[in-house]
């Protein structure tokens, strides 16, 4: 008969079936539980879905939000602007690049670049920016990154 099953075909098939749970319930078991894990440190930010810093990520991110983003790789730890022009000197514009290079938080683990052209004759000439310009914002993105890492150490 198509479609019937012998009753020793149907203990074998049961007993297959109850081995499998038994192998799923003993891989769960070799877990451990979670007892001999080490606790998750939000501080050190080193568990996350992106490949850098998440703190340093977030507080760059923040810091450019007034700025057009034309790239921008999370694994790769890249912000890349396009051109801003401020409103109030639309002569000038500025374009800035991010990078940041570690999943610790630290002050080396950052990298600003920035361009500056000015408008000269109806043409954009590359003009030199302030190095005070540049870390200026690192200091912005390091100090607003330390911020996000305590308000998450505080929620513990």
């Known amino acids: 008969m198509i479609g019937s099953t ?3 075909a149907s203990i074998l098939g049961q ?3 109850a081995g499998l749970i038994a192998l799923a319930a003993l891989s769960v078991a070799a877990c451990g539980g979670g007892k001999d894990r080490p606790k998750a440190d939000l501080a050190a ?3 996350t879905t992106i490949g850098v810093n998440s703190y340093l990520w977030r507080a760059s991110l923040e810091a450019l939000s007034f700025m057009p983003l034309l790239q921008t790789d999370s ?3 890249v912000i890349v602007t396009d051109w801003y022009a401020n409103p109030n000197n639309p002569n000038e514009r500025m374009k800035v690049t991010v990078t940041i290079l ?18 000269t004759n109806g043409v954009w000439v590359d003009a030199p920016v302030a190095a005070a310009t540049v870390q200026k914002l690192e200091d912005v993105i390091l100090t607003r990154a330390r911020d996000l890492r305590r308000q998450a150490s505080a929620g513990n």
Not at 105 to 116: H, I, N, T
């Open 6 to 8: 012998s009753p020793k």
């Open 15 to 17: 007993t297959a079936r």
């Open 45 to 47: 930010a080193k568990i």
């Open 75 to 77: 694994n790769g730890g």
């Open 102 to 119: 570690d999943q610790d938080l630290r002050a080396d683990a950052l990298r600003v670049a920035a361009s500056r052209q000015t408008l």
